[in-house]
């Protein structure tokens, strides 16, 4: 079972910094943009966004290359899948796992590669769940329509279910690894998805838990949301690249707090951005309680600003080459 990061991280000190920031003004800044200057990151060069650019567009080549046709039978069920996984997107994930084994000089990389995919898999599936009229009822993701949508309900639930699915068969056919390796990996992917993961974060987020919840309620959803899935991403990518559990540890500190970071923007920007800067519905968040929606705007940054200080110190610690995966968070949160 992934444990809960409130058992980790210094909820003392998150908590001074809540109620200290509660009642500070709000921030005005609206746009991606804007929310990104806020942040205290430090800017890399050129070059190394460059690279990070170049990896995307290997990502998504080898991502289109493992997924089904779009003209296989039954056609309908694969275009779903490929619309929803090969729409623009930041490839986060998949790019974590890449950016580790080149941090430790490429060993496993092509690995790092495929299960870097499957795990895109597994996280779009979870878009299309989640932007489901039972649940988000979401019209707008990656700047297109939602799958249902555009294949209608029962079409977009069937091809999560494909994903998540194909995200195992490109693990479990993947030659470059050894089997104990390959294992290993679908049994923390695994884990991370399930009931102990981002299936129990989606149970919580849709319970819509009512009245003035505690800030580490809101956190824990964030962390089994989006949190997990980043973690298990630096743990494959530790072991694609025949890292020891030291590193992988401090990998995968670096990844919680990335992730943590990553969902603690996003509930702001749901409150703050706008559609077209997006490419998503906002507001959706508003009565659930989020980070934001109970202390405030400002202290949902001052938050987002420690786990990325938090971050750079666990990366760090892990002894490997920063230069990559620090380009890969100012990626992320906007300052490219």
């Excluded at 003392?12 to 806020?38: L, M, P, Q, V």
């Excluded at 942040?39 to 997924?67: C, M």
């Excluded at 319970?207 to 089994?224: D, I, K, Y």
């Excluded at 892990?318 to 230069?323: D, M």
């Amino acid at each position: 079972m992934i444990g809960k990061p409130v058992e980790n991280i210094r909820a003392g000190r998150r908590d001074r910094e809540w109620r200290s920031c509660a009642s500070a003004k709000k921030g005005k800044g609206s746009a991606i943009s804007t929310f990104a200057k806020d942040l205290k990151r430090n800017t890399l060069g050129s070059d190394t966004h460059a690279s990070i650019d170049a990896i995307r567009a290997e990502i998504d080549t080898r991502l289109e290359q493992l997924l089904p046709a779009r003209t296989q039978e039954p056609e309908n069920l694969h275009r779903a899948m490929c619309f929803g996984a090969l729409a623009t997107g930041k490839r986060v994930r998949p790019l974590l796992a890449v950016l580790i084994s080149e941090a430790a000089g490429g060993h496993g990389r092509s690995f790092a590669l495929d299960a870097g995919c499957a795990i895109e898999c597994v996280h779009t599936a979870s878009l299309i769940l989640d932007d489901l009229p039972c649940m988000d009822d979401a019209q707008l993701r990656r700047g297109q329509p939602t799958t249902h949508r555009k294949f209608g309900e029962a079409t977009a639930i069937i091809a999560a279910i494909g994903l998540l699915n194909r995200a195992y068969g490109i693990i479990a056919a993947d030659q470059s690894a050894d089997p104990q390796t390959r294992n290993t990996v679908l049994s923390v992917l695994s884990d991370a998805i399930g009931s102990n993961g981002m299936i129990a974060g989606q149970e919580l987020d849709i319970s819509r838990l009512q009245g003035r919840q505690p800030a580490a309620a809101a956190e824990n959803v964030n962390w089994m949301k989006t949190g997990v899935l980043f973690v298990a991403t630096a743990h494959i990518g530790g072991l694609a690249a025949g890292l020891n559990m030291k590193t992988i540890n401090a990998l995968k500190e670096f990844a919680k707090c990335v992730g943590l970071a990553f969902q603690t923007a996003d509930d702001i920007l749901d409150m703050t951005g706008s559609e077209h800067a997006l490419g998503k519905d906002v507001g959706k968040d508003i009565g659930r309680p989020t980070l934001v929606a109970i202390a405030g705007e400002e202290a949902a940054r001052r938050t987002c600003e420690t786990y990325l200080e938090d971050a750079d110190r666990a990366l760090l610690a892990s002894g490997l080459e920063t230069s990559g995966l620090r380009a890969l968070v100012d990626t992320i949160f906007g300052s490219k």
